[in-house]
């Protein structure tokens, strides 16, 4: 990766910067992080063309640029590399998944640690390396990057693994795992209804309230 790369990246996004912006979005992430202001449509236009030139450069480079911007002080670097990873996710493959999941333990919150479950659930694709471990992860945004990974993958989706990290996961009280429990049965809900209503039925009362009405939502059953 070069230099010139991260500050193209850079002077890109400084140029959109929109402080009356920035204070809101702050505020939005619970004052966690600084924003430059720059509106997500905005940023995906403007960074693209210069992410589509990195074709072909391979694997390394992009995570190398990627951790780069993870490093930056302003949310929008972390969601450009995102931005980049998921563009390029073709390109990478399970090796570079404990590299991702170290980058989920930094700046941790759940916009980026949802768009890293996507990008993994991407590159694996049916498969599911690393996130058993993951599931017993003492770091719970780990946790609920393996409750997510099969997000979107319908017909593909292992429903035994789906169920049984869900029975593994309900007895936590933690508010993003809770609702990953929902998230990912309310998904899988749209492929296989039935399944899911079956599982509610069976584990209501293993699982926390938050978890059981977020699965339930588009399932005609109470």
């Known amino acids: 990766m070069t230099t010139s790369e991260l500050e193209t990246i850079r002077a890109t996004l400084a140029a959109h910067a929109q402080a009356a ?20 449509p905005l940023r995906r236009k403007s960074l693209k063309p210069i992410f589509m030139e990195l074709k072909g450069r391979g694997a390394a480079h992009f995570m190398a640029l990627a951790k780069q911007l993870w490093a930056l002080p302003e949310r ?14 073709k390109e990478l493959s399970v090796a570079d998944i404990p590299a991702l999941l170290r980058l989920a333990q930094e700046k941790s919150w759940w916009d980026t640690v949802d768009g890293l479950a996507s990008i993994i659930g991407d590159i694996l694709d049916g498969q599911h390396d690393g996130m058993d471990a993951a599931l017993t992860s003492p770091d719970m945004w780990l946790r609920r990057i393996a409750m997510l990974h099969q997000l979107g993958w319908r017909a593909r989706t292992d429903s035994i693994r789906l169920f049984d990290y869900a029975r593994t996961l309900s007895p936590e ?39 059981y009405r977020e699965a339930n939502k588009h399932l005609q059953r109470d």
């Open 21 to 40: 912006r920035a204070e809101p979005m702050r505020a939005y992430m619970r004052n966690q992080f600084p924003f430059l202001g720059v509106p997500t």
């Open 76 to 89: 929008e670097y972390q969601y450009a590399a995102l931005d980049l990873l998921a563009l390029r996710h």
């Open 173 to 211: 009280r933690e508010f993003f795992i809770q609702k990953a429990i929902g998230w990912a049965l309310r998904d899988y809900a749209r492929h296989d209804p039935e399944a899911v209503a079956a599982f509610l039925h069976a584990e209501k009362d293993r699982l926390a309230p938050l978890s």
